[in-house]
């Protein structure tokens, strides 16, 4: 005859339902599950349950922990994809350094297009990973980063567009785009498509900058930085943009240069940040901003 099932403590609950995850969301769940856990356990007490059975009653609420733990990992961020994200952003970095092996073995034309259409799906994996990673009260942000990734996929669309049609690049000729007689409306069509998706790139990561300086934690000591270059990527995207419109070449490539270079630097922040989401330890102090 098998005995009943042992009741299981609210500690072993909260650790089966919490494993997995990054240590902040770890620590930031289970103080949020143990003031519901108190509350309802109050409650059956003051209801004349008796001690055991108000803790029976109150884990009860809460819910199979098994289950509660795959809806954990779907909402925010398991360490399988924090490993992943990792290698996406080194893949990033692999694909830019073996660029001229693609040009040679691929050609000009399929080279941009392998590059350009991989550079985007990771840059968007990796942004998607982020705020999955921020996890609470990350309503603020879905806006910001859901127009930033839909910005990128257009520019990519329209680089394509450019190779496909005109086969060159947005803007890569010296002569100003915007001048009566230099292009046919078609291809000045394009480039004033490729400038407001420049705008709108640069709009949404200022934008997602700005929110993340709302979001209440340093996020393993590197949210602070992770801001700041956000909000510069967007100003140097609008530079492009708005360099481009007054036809000043050299003034594009320059922000664009810039721009580039604030992407690794995000991007190695990136690596670093997803390293520690992955090990920290419970024994560090995780800081917050008063």
């Not at 947005?170 to 915007?178: A, I, K, N, Q, T």
């Not at 140097?236 to 360099?243: E, L, T």
């Amino acid at each position: 005859m098998k005995s009943d099932p042992q009741p299981i403590s609210f500690e072993t609950w909260q650790k089966i339902a919490t494993q997995n995850l990054p240590y902040h969301l770890n620590l930031s769940i289970t103080n949020e599950l143990s003031c519901h856990y108190q509350d309802a356990y109050q409650s059956y007490l003051s209801k004349g349950l008796s001690s055991e059975k108000a803790i029976e009653t109150a884990l009860a609420d809460l819910g199979d922990p098994s289950i509660v733990n795959k809806q954990f990992l779907t909402t925010f961020i398991s360490r399988r994809r924090l490993f992943g994200t990792i290698a996406a952003c080194a893949s990033y970095f692999i694909v830019l350094l073996t660029f001229p092996i693609l040009l040679q073995l691929l050609g000009d034309l399929v080279s941009y297009v392998v590059q350009d259409f991989f550079s985007t799906l990771v840059l968007i994996f990796i942004l998607s990973s982020f705020i999955r990673l921020i996890g609470i009260k990350i309503h603020s942000l879905h806006r910001p980063s859901g127009l930033l990734m839909v910005s990128l996929m257009l520019g990519t669309i329209i680089r394509f567009g450019f190779l496909f049609f005109f086969n060159t690049l947005p803007f890569s000729g010296s002569e100003p785009v915007f001048s009566l007689g230099i292009n046919s409306m078609t291809e000045t069509i394009w480039h004033a498509g490729f400038v407001i998706i420049e705008l709108l790139a640069g709009f949404a990561s200022i934008w997602l900058g700005w929110r993340l300086f709302r979001i209440n934690q340093s996020l393993y000591g590197l949210l602070p930085t992770i801001r700041i270059v956000f909000v510069l990527i967007g100003f140097f995207a609008a530079g492009v943009a708005v360099s481009l419109v007054l036809n000043s070449i050299v003034a594009a490539s320059l922000f664009s240069a810039l721009g580039y270079s604030m992407v690794t630097v995000l991007l190695s922040l990136m690596i670093l940040l997803f390293y520690r989401a992955s090990f920290w330890k419970s024994d560090y102090q995780i800081k917050t901003i008063e």
